[in-house]
């Protein structure tokens, strides 16, 4: 007799935040490792080339978008510019 196999399935969403353009290096450092500690958030990156603006991978059966605003009132300057 087969094991019956079990599937999970995770949905993800993007979303892309605009930080302050006069934000350092380290700023930006502080603020993706914060919204790495938030749950649900499993990716977030920026690039030198363009440091200015962050994607973030989330799961929105656990955190919604608005959350990583909320992490500005921590002390970080970000809006979010586009969902998908």
Do not use: W
């Amino acid at each position: 007799m087969r094991q019956e196999e079990r599937v999970c399935v995770i949905y993800l969403a993007a979303v892309t935040l605009h930080i302050d353009e006069d934000t350092s290096h380290d700023e930006r450092e502080n603020f993706r490792d914060a919204l790495l500690a938030m749950e649900g958030v499993m990716a977030a990156a920026y690039h030198d080339e363009k440091p200015h603006l962050m994607l973030l991978e989330y799961n929105p059966d656990i955190i919604h978008s608005i959350g990583f605003v909320h992490a500005e009132m921590a002390g970080y300057r970000s809006g979010v510019t586009g969902r998908r």
